[in-house]
């Protein structure tokens, strides 16, 4: 980066040095050419005395103005010749002529003009170009002179700033590499500053966050699962092993085996509900979201669990205020819903009510499922949503805790919200963002 600044700085300081020279150089050749008009316009009589005052003027001993007659010989002017190979076509040449002075006689090079006037003479007019060389000599230092701390600051700049990402990506490496070790607490540096560097730091210490919290909530759902697992399968053996020594019927033995069985499907159905789980989270159906009619969905919960809840005595009644539509996938909301009923029904006490709602707030669609039960408390808010989690006072209700956990995945699959409203009562809604309705 220093060398592509410091090469920009010489391109650009070359490019004023020759830009000046240029401009000293066309200025001289208009000059030149306006002298030239001026004295060939004049009358034959008046042009030899403007000849001479045109070199009176010269103070600097810069200018040349000759008149030659037609065979060539001088007639006015501080030219002993026509200089050779100045050609006569009213264009500016550079030339080089010989003039004596005090000195002695000096080679200088020199913008001429020359024109052949009307009666066969011709007007040489010209001026010397070294002291429009000494300018731009003098330009030529002063860029040089400025160059040289330029160059010096883009090298001091390029190998600070050099230093500066060395270090960050320095510091960089031993956080990775104390993450890779194993610290998943640890975090990538960043600033608040809007650069690109800060904000792959943001982003990559987001991965790193999901990436914890996905680590921690496996590891403690093995323990979860190893426990869940162990229960049923320990109530399994120890009933067949009592019935292998205590039935001494054919019934009794019947008996034992229903009992093996009921432990074993209970074994099956979380590995059934966790294989749905991660068949959810992995998901790619979002391509083939479509438009769902919730009423529909609700409808149906709603004659599903019908039967359920008039056996526990409780009051499920389902309010639409207007039909409404969401993207996603029908099956998914299904379960979704109906797992959200279920809880419902399950955690209300005989003779209670249930309500599935339909309704639109601000430009939002929401799913409500609200009931007379015990509710959920703020503390347990969000761990009701972790696998395998059963709240104190619901132990002895069946269940493996992972209703809620699916209705979780399934809501964020479709980027919708899970809103849960504590207190007595239980109150349960899935919001749908703006956009997300038809």
């Given amino acids: 980066m220093a060398g592509v600044l410091a090469a920009f700085v010489i391109v650009l300081f070359g490019f004023i040095y020759w830009q000046t020279d240029q401009y000293l150089i066309v200025r001289s050749d208009k000059m030149i050419a306006s002298q030239l008009n001026f004295i060939a316009g004049l009358p034959a009589e008046r042009r030899l005395d403007a000849i001479n005052d045109h070199l009176k003027e010269d103070s600097r001993d810069v200018q040349y103005a000759s008149l030659f007659g037609a065979n060539g010989r001088k007639i006015q002017g501080n030219l002993e010749r ?76 390029g190998a600070w700033l050099s230093m500066r990402a060395q270090k960050r990506v320095e510091e960089v490496n031993q956080r990775v590499q104390r993450i890779i070790a194993g610290d998943l607490r640890e975090r990538l540096p960043h600033s608040d500053v809007d ?22 909530a496996l590891a403690g759902v093995g323990n979860d699962i190893a426990h869940d697992l162990r229960t049923p399968l320990t109530r399994a053996r120890l009933t067949l092993e009592r019935g292998r020594t205590n039935a001494t019927t054919l019934e009794q033995l019947q008996m034992v085996v229903d009992k093996a ?96 709602g339909l309704l639109r707030e601000r430009d939002e669609v929401i799913v409500r499922i609200s009931d007379t039960g015990p509710g959920i408390n703020d503390q347990e808010r969000e761990a009701v949503l972790r696998r395998f989690y059963r709240s104190d006072k619901i132990r002895n209700t069946p269940g493996m805790g992972l209703g809620l956990n699916l209705v979780a995945a399934i809501v964020k699959l479709h980027d919708f919200r899970l809103a849960i409203h504590p207190g007595p009562g239980g109150r349960l809604e899935v919001i749908c963002p703006d956009q997300r309705y038809g």
């Fill in 261 to 356: 069985i009921s432990n074993i499907d209970q074994s099956l159905a979380i590995i059934t509900a966790l294989l749905r789980l991660a068949e959810i989270e992995n998901s790619r159906r979002s391509a083939a979201f479509g438009t769902v009619s919730l009423h529909e969905i609700l409808r149906e919960v709603c004659d599903l669990y019908e039967p359920i809840a008039e056996n526990k005595s409780i009051d499920l009644r389902v309010g639409m205020l207007q039909h409404l539509s969401v993207r996603g996938d029908r099956d998914l909301l299904f379960e979704a819903v109906a797992n959200l009923v279920d809880n419902a029904i399950k955690f209300t006490p005989e003779g209670g009510r249930v309500d599935i």
């Fill in 195 to 216: 650069e690109p560097f800060s904000r792959l730091t943001v982003i990559v210490n987001g991965m790193l966050d999901e990436m914890e919290s996905m680590i921690n």
């Fill in 82 to 157: 026509l200089p050779s190979g100045l050609q006569v076509n009213d264009s500016v040449q550079s030339i080089s002529v010989e003039r004596t002075g005090p000195a002695g006689t000096r080679t200088h090079v020199i913008r001429a003009i020359a024109q052949r006037i009307a009666d066969g003479d011709v007007l040489v007019i010209g001026r010397e170009v070294d002291e429009t060389r000494e300018i731009s000599h003098v330009v030529a230092q002063a860029l040089g002179l400025g160059l040289v701390p330029a160059l010096c600051l883009c090298l001091l700049a």
